[in-house]
C-alpha cells in the first residue's frame, strides 16, 4: 500500500513538472512580439481593474477605510507569495535572519497603509503621481545606507518628476481651491516609507535570500501587524461590519485581493522575459492609463496642468530608469572584459604570472 502511494505521489509529481513545462513551451513556442502584448495587455486589464475598483471603494457612502485596501493588498501578496515560493519554487530554507526583516516590515506596513489612507482626503490621480515619485529620496537614501553615487543626469531627472509633481499639485489647488494638508503629509510619508524599501531588500539579497522570501516574509510580517493595529484602532472591526452589509462588496474585496498579485506577477513576467527597459516602459504607460481612465470612469474636474505635470513625472521616470540600465550594462560589459582565472586553470595563470614578471624586468 505505502509503495502504491509513493508511485502514485512521483507519477502526480512528474506529472505537474511536465504540465509546467508544456505550459512554459507554449508561451515560448509564440513570437516575441506576441508574447509582449499579451503580457502588456494582459498587465493593463489587471492592474486597470484593479485601481478601477480601488477607486470605486473609496467612492463608496460610508467608506472611510482607506488603510484597509493596503491590507487586503497585503493579504493577496502574502497568499500569493506563499503559494509560489511553497508549491512552485519548492522553496524550503531562509537565507536571512529574521531579525533583518522587522525594518522591511515596518516600511511596507507605513508604506501600504498611509498611501490608501491619504485617498480619504486626496483624489485618486494625486496619489498615483505621488506614489510614482521616489527617485530623489531613494537615490538620497540609497547614499546613506549603501554608499551609492549617482550621476548629475540621474539627479537632473529627478528634479524633472519633482517639477512635475509640483503642476499637478498646483492643478489641486486650483480646482479644489484649496488642498488638503493631511492628504499630502501621507502620501508624502508612505513615499518616503517606500524609498527605504528597495535599499532594505538590497541587504537582504546580500544575505543570498531570493525574491520569494523576501516577499513572502515581509508581507507576512506585515500582515501580521496590520491585522494588531486595525485590530486595535478598531478600522478591522469596522470594515468587516462594512463588508457584511453587503455581499457584494465582500466578492468585490476577494477579486481586489486577486487582482492584485495577478497584476504584479504579469509585470514581473514582462521584465523576465524583455528586460528592465520594457518594464519600465510598459510600467509608465500603466500609470498613464490609470488616469485616464480614472477621469473617463469617475468624472472630475480637468486642468491641463494635470497632463503637463504627469508627462513630466512619467517622463523623468522613463529616463532616469534608462540611465540606470545603460550603467549596469556598460559595468557588467567591462566585467566580461576582465580575464577571471580559476584556481583549476594552471597553465593561463602560469602565463599570466610570467608575462607579468617579465615585464617587471
Given at each position: 500500500m505505502n509503495e502504491r502511494?509513493?508511485?502514485?505521489?512521483?507519477?502526480?509529481?512528474?506529472?505537474?513538472?511536465?504540465?509546467?513545462?508544456?505550459?512554459?513551451?507554449?508561451?515560448?513556442?509564440?513570437?516575441?512580439?506576441?508574447?509582449?502584448?499579451?503580457?502588456?495587455?494582459?498587465?493593463?486589464?489587471?492592474?486597470?481593474?484593479?485601481?478601477?475598483?480601488?477607486?470605486?471603494?473609496?467612492?463608496?457612502?460610508?467608506?472611510?477605510?482607506?488603510?484597509?485596501?493596503?491590507?487586503?493588498?497585503?493579504?493577496?501578496?502574502?497568499?500569493?507569495?506563499?503559494?509560489?515560493?511553497?508549491?512552485?519554487?519548492?522553496?524550503?530554507?531562509?537565507?536571512?535572519?529574521?531579525?533583518?526583516?522587522?525594518?522591511?516590515?515596518?516600511?511596507?506596513?507605513?508604506?501600504?497603509?498611509?498611501?490608501?489612507?491619504?485617498?480619504?482626503?486626496?483624489?485618486?490621480?494625486?496619489?498615483v503621481v505621488f506614489r510614482s515619485c521616489k527617485i530623489l529620496p531613494t537615490m538620497m537614501i540609497s547614499t546613506i545606507m549603501n554608499k551609492r553615487v549617482f550621476s548629475p543626469s540621474e539627479y537632473f531627472f529627478g528634479m524633472i518628476v519633482c517639477l512635475g509633481l509640483i503642476l499637478f499639485t498646483v492643478a489641486d489647488m486650483q480646482l479644489a481651491m484649496k488642498l488638503n494638508p493631511i492628504g499630502i503629509i501621507l502620501v508624502s510619508l508612505s513615499v518616503v516609507a517606500d524609498s527605504i524599501i528597495p535599499n532594505v531588500q538590497e541587504k537582504l539579497f546580500n544575505h543570498g535570500s531570493s525574491r520569494l522570501e523576501v516577499t513572502w516574509y515581509s508581507n507576512i510580517f506585515t500582515l501580521i501587524a496590520m491585522t494588531f493595529s486595525t485590530f486595535v484602532s478598531g478600522d478591522l472591526i469596522s470594515f468587516y461590519t462594512f463588508m457584511l452589509s453587503d455581499s457584494i462588496l465582500v466578492i468585490y474585496a476577494s477579486v481586489y485581493i486577486f487582482l492584485s498579485y495577478v497584476a504584479i506577477s504579469l509585470f514581473l513576467q514582462i521584465v523576465k522575459r524583455f528586460g528592465a527597459v520594457t518594464g519600465v516602459l510598459t510600467a509608465a504607460a500603466r500609470k498613464v492609463m490609470s488616469l485616464i481612465l480614472s477621469f473617463l470612469i469617475f468624472p472630475k474636474e480637468f486642468s491641463w496642468f494635470y497632463v503637463w505635470g504627469s508627462s513630466l513625472v512619467f517622463g523623468g521616470l522613463v529616463a532616469t530608469s534608462i540611465i540606470k540600465i545603460n550603467k549596469k550594462l556598460s559595468r557588467s560589459e567591462n566585467e566580461e572584459k576582465i580575464p577571471v582565472y580559476t584556481i583549476n586553470d594552471n597553465k593561463k595563470l602560469k602565463e599570466v604570472l610570467n608575462e607579468n614578471t617579465d615585464s617587471k624586468i
Open positions: 502511494n509513493v508511485i502514485r505521489a512521483g507519477s502526480n509529481h512528474r506529472d505537474g513538472k511536465i504540465l509546467d513545462r508544456a505550459n512554459e513551451d507554449f508561451i515560448d513556442s509564440l513570437p516575441k512580439s506576441v508574447q509582449l502584448v499579451l503580457l502588456t495587455v494582459g498587465m493593463f486589464v489587471f492592474f486597470g481593474a484593479h485601481n478601477l475598483l480601488q477607486e470605486a471603494f473609496i467612492k463608496l457612502p460610508g467608506f472611510e477605510f482607506g488603510v484597509m485596501l493596503g491590507y487586503m493588498e497585503v493579504i493577496g501578496v502574502s497568499m500569493g507569495s506563499y503559494i509560489e515560493r511553497t508549491y512552485v519554487a519548492k522553496e524550503t530554507e531562509r537565507k536571512a535572519p529574521l531579525s533583518a526583516y522587522p525594518l522591511l516590515s515596518f516600511c511596507l506596513l507605513t508604506s501600504a497603509g498611509l498611501s490608501n489612507m491619504s485617498l480619504n482626503y486626496i483624489n485618486f490621480p494625486t496619489k
